[in-house]
DNA sequence: CCAAATAGTAACCGTACGGTTACACTTTGT
DNA sequence: ACAAAGTGTAACCGTACGGTTACTATTTGG
């Protein structure tokens, strides 16, 4: 399912716990978080912090997948975009090493 | 990509960030977000809140997927799959139907 | 009827999330 | 050499997130 909004995602983890059989209690223990907290994210709060709706995902054995829409945009580069050198130009600018004085 | 962490997530928006030639500040603008907020989700903040998240994911048009790994209740021989009776019995089980009095 | 189980809600409270501003460091371009 | 761009970090501060506890529906079962 795709998730674009937070209640899309309570509402699959709602889905998911009951058809496990779960109760809120259950999930949240199982989660290391609060029934509180399951009830608003299940209602699609949108502040819930990622780190417990990670450990939630788990605890209901749903995996996450994510993908970059389009695979690159090159505004007016032309059509040529064979090796993505500038990706890899990028990648290797990055921050190497922390030179002390 | 798979996401397990919020380290994974924060690694996945910097590469789709970097990839689009957009600085820090304009994704954090673009988001509706700070740049220190944008800094500290890219090094795997636990504590990000979902909404910002999504909002970023949709600015560097990131999509999304949730799955549940086993089908429910893994039944071992997953030739025909019968219309998942176990699920139906769960859910009648625990909540089945709004009762008139 | 009453009791139990599950779920939604409210209050209070400590903590930390997110925004703002400023400064330090590195790389690039002039 | 310098300045500019991009990034990491620190401080302060208002707000709200999350935990706890309690109470309220709603349904089921005895």
């Given at each position: 399912m795709r998730i674009r909004t937070?209640?899309?995602?309570?509402?699959?983890i709602r889905e998911r716990r009951t058809k496990l059989g779960m109760d809120q209690i259950a999930l949240a223990?199982?989660?290391g978080t609060s029934r509180k907290w399951l009830?608003?994210?299940?209602?699609?709060?949108?502040?819930?912090?990622?780190?417990?709706?990670?450990?939630?995902?788990?605890?209901?054995?749903?995996?996450?997948?994510v993908e970059a829409d389009s695979p690159v945009?090159?505004?007016?580069?032309?059509k040529a975009k064979a090796p993505d050198i500038n990706s890899v130009l990028?990648?290797?600018?990055k921050?190497?090493?922390?030179?002390q004085i």
């Open positions: 937070a209640t899309d995602l309570g509402a699959f223990k199982k989660a009830v608003e994210v299940e209602q699609g709060k949108p502040g819930a912090e990622i780190g417990l709706i990670l450990r939630t995902l788990k605890s209901l054995e749903i995996s996450i997948e945009e090159t505004p007016s580069q032309g990028d990648s290797l600018k921050r190497p090493l922390k030179k």
